[in-house]
């Protein structure tokens, strides 16, 4: 099936697969920070759109001064990303349950062990994403963590080489944020994960739908 409509618009039953691909993602992912840090987090609907060109630059744009981006790669067949943009806080945070230690210096990766807890961290989140998602389809997707970003500095991940440039000429933009919460019920931003599948992989789990 085509990906967009007669008028130029994304399919409704193509947004409506990847608004709940979204959901379905990030909120396994969630419940995974979720059980670390012992809180509770909201997810905020997520927001749906093509996007007609994906450069890195474009990306790492994506990232504010107090963000701490975990970038991650589809693994063929599938090409695309998925990006954690989480607040340094919230990093910080899990560095610290993770280790039992307090994070001293301001740079998550001058320390060892505590680099060594975000490559933990980001292993987590990619084999929450990647069973979510593989659940509802019924297929394999294998997710790789490939890049830290914090500020100017990109620190590569894992075994995963950054020889695929970030490119295409046509992506959907599956945006999902979430906050914690609470007893009370007062929220605070914890961050947002960007799914970001090109049109081939888009297609690939529309297959995989029966749709």
Known sequence: ????????????????????????????????????????????????????????????????????????????????????????????????????NRCEKEKLFGDEIAFSAVTEFANMLSAAYMKAIGNYTNIRIFLSPYMFVDKNERISLGAAPQTESVAADQAIWVETRFQLSDEGGKTDDAGRAIMLPDGNTVQMLMRALGI
């Open 1 to 100: 099936m085509g990906l967009f409509d007669q008028d130029g618009k994304l399919d409704t039953d193509v947004q409506d697969v990847l608004y709940e691909l979204g959901n379905v993602g990030v909120g396994m992912a969630s419940i995974t920070m979720g059980r670390l840090l012992d809180v509770r987090i909201e997810l905020v609907s997520p927001n749906v759109i093509p996007v007609t060109e994906v450069s890195e630059q474009m990306l790492l744009s994506q990232i504010e001064p107090d963000d701490i981006g975990i970038w991650m790669r589809f693994a063929a067949p599938m090409s695309g990303f998925v990006l954690f943009l989480l607040k340094r806080s919230f990093v910080r945070a899990v560095v610290e349950k993770m280790t039992g």
